[in-house]
């Protein structure tokens, strides 16, 4: 134990000397120290870790354990070798006096396990471990002189066998297409195995597992758990600094195991850029607003606090960036009069350059409305913690709303929230009540759309929009993980019915067509322009997404090792009063209706799928009291494939497709039927 905390003490506190001399050079300052915090982090953290493991396997943490006895002779030749035997019988005897029980594993060793008078077998005989010496005239001596003999006796409180084995125990990453690493953690012992901590930086890795992970994690007898250990910010990796070690603790034989890591590539020319700037509401400075800086404008990789005069400055690595600023009772505003990723406009940083980004944050204006919910990753379901949630209605048109409101925020008619540590979020004040979308989108996550089937849904034709109005929770988003940790790049256009026109809100994902995976995404740009980074070898569709358009698609296209980058892509968006028929559902569905419980207005929503393709289905819609007594007939008619939504009011008047006329609180059915489908859910109408 104590080998193991001088050893990583030794290593943290050279790394933290070596990086304290870079704290000297305006070009790293701002990495070192950022460096010394995360060290000094790591430090309190292993001495804290040690602590707790030196109380938890303290003489009276382990009172109750059994105890395995070894006596052995030592000085004294044969009479030492009786005197042991003596006293293995000794205490073998008075062990079985005491009601315990004793079983020989092997010569001079023995198991004693039981309970005397509500004393552990360990916390009887703990402190009969050391030397015993006797003085005494043995038998076999015939002169009768007096012989000094001494044993050895051992007492180890029996420990449970649990056995953390990491597989491989040191990871390389070669270039900038092999970012992932998998790592296994097995449990190779009989008993349930807790991990308390890992301990690495943060800012250089992405971890996720294929189950939910928070400490303690605990692992079963012979369970595995899967580590996807994604070297995030690679653009951070200086030539300097290429190994490390993730370090894992635990409750196994060895409460502490390492995994070694190698980065096999870096920057020989490695210099930061700078921005500086300063946050504003309408010329007085915003303090305590925070910043973040989205690399490539997919990755959050680094964040800055203003100070009491609204200004920041920061250090980043070359390339282009969105910045985005929240506080507290302000709407999230990035650069440029924007609010939203889709929109924000990119700024280019070179190394060693300077410049100065000022931006206008907007008050909020109190209205209420407000929607809040959890993302979660769709494998573990496990939050996920960090990125951003855009609430849009998916055009820019202007609502018609008295002058007292902010009327920028009014045009884009588009919100954005940060998620936090926990997974959630919440976006207040949304202006004009209505229909909106809600997108999650974080790194490594393919962006998803809220639906009430509660599932990743990556197209807005599979998403459900949320009426907002008052206050709105439990609008949760489950995301599918992004498996985009490669080098390639495809650069491109999109265009409307061969046109080239002014497009916002449009983004651009690309499909694996060798896996049937989503990969990475970007957003269209200046001059109808976006660009794909992060892509694997392998074959590609690329698809542009625009909410009430139909999706454009590009033609194949391949990353290989001699074609790293792709240029000059076209993707068309072609509007066409036909039926999109890659979207229709694939079977009969009737959802949950929402809101539930309600009152006076509910949304149901149904779906009929394409295997009745180019066929009418009739379709009928009831809803029913508890009696079973039909309240209303809100559809009766044939319909074709597709997804249909109908309002059902308890208002005064009729109801849409038929009259429900002030009905009472209680419990109402709502049944779906279509030829020999059949599908009843439950409401709940509460007055």
Known sequence: MDDYKKALIDELDKKIKDTSLLLTDPTYKDLASAELTELNKQKNQILGNFENNQTDNSDNSLDERNVIMQVSGAAGGEEAKIWAEELLRMYSRFAERSGLKIEQIDDGVVRINGNWNGKGPFNIFKYEAGVHRVQRIPETEKRGRVHTSTATVSVLPELEDIDLHISPDDIEFEDIFHRNKNVLFINTGDDTLRIDSLVYRNYYYFLRFDKPWEYPVFLQPNDTLKM???????????????????????????????????????????????????????????????????????????????????????????????????????????????????????????????????????????TGNSISGIITDSITLAAVKKGVIVVRTGTHTPNKISSGVNSRILLNGIYTAFIKSDGSYNI?????????????????????????????????????????????????????????????????????????????????????????????????????????????????????????????????????????????????????????????????????????PFNPVTKIRYAIPSNVKRER????????????????????????????????????????????LNIASGVYFYRLTSGRFVSTKKMLMIK
């Open 228 to 366: 996807d250990c994604i070297l995030e910010s690679h653009v951070y990796v200086p030539a300097t600094d290429t190994t490390d070690t993730l370090f894992i603790y635990s409750n196994g034989l060895k409460p502490l195991e390492k995994l070694k890591i190698k980065i096999k590539y870096y920057d020989d020319d490695y210099r930061m850029g700078y921005l500086a700037g300063q946050i504003t509401d309408g010329g007085t400075p915003v303090d305590s607003a925070h910043l973040y800086f989205f690399y490539n404008n997919n990755y959050i990789i680094k964040s800055v606090v203003t100070d009491q005069n609204g200004l920041y400055n920061v250090s980043l690595p070359p390339g282009l960036y969105a910045i985005a600023v929240e506080k507290d009772s302000y709407y999230v505003s990035f650069y440029n009069n924007q609010y939203d990723p889709f929109n924000a406009d990119l700024i280019s940083l070179q190394k060693d350059s300077t410049k100065t980004i000022n931006i206008q944050m907007d008050k909020m204006s109190f």
């Open 428 to 596: 207040q004040n949304v202006i004009v009540p209505g229909h909106y979308f809600v997108q999650a989108f974080s790194d490594y996550y393919i962006p998803a759309y809220y639906n009430f089937a509660n599932k990743s849904a990556v197209f807005w034709q599979q998403a459900d929009s949320i009426y907002i109005s008052g206050s709105l929770s439990n609008v949760n988003v489950v995301m599918a993980r992004d498996s985009s940790v490669g080098g390639g790049r495809i650069n491109g256009t999109v265009t409307v019915n061969s046109q080239s026109v002014n497009l916002s809100d449009v983004m651009v994902l690309a499909k694996s067509t060798d896996y049937n995976l989503w990969y990475n995404y970007g957003f269209l740009k200046d001059n109808n322009e976006f660009k794909l980074t992060n892509l694997p070898y392998g074959n590609y569709k690329l698809f542009a997404q625009k909410i009430g358009f139909n999706d454009g698609e590009s033609t194949d296209l391949q990353i290989t090792q001699s074609t790293k980058e792709i240029n000059g892509v076209n993707i068309q968006i072609i509007i066409t009063s036909a039926i999109d028929e890659k979207f229709l559902p694939d079977e009969f569905t009737l959802y949950q209706n929402f809101p539930n």
């Open 617 to 660: 289905s009739n379709v009928m819609l009831k809803v029913y009291d508890i009696l079973g007594n039909e309240v209303a007939t809100l559809v009766n008619e044939e319909q074709e494939p597709g997804y249909y939504e109908v309002e059902f009011s308890t208002k005064g008047g009729s109801a849409s497709g038929g009259n429900a």
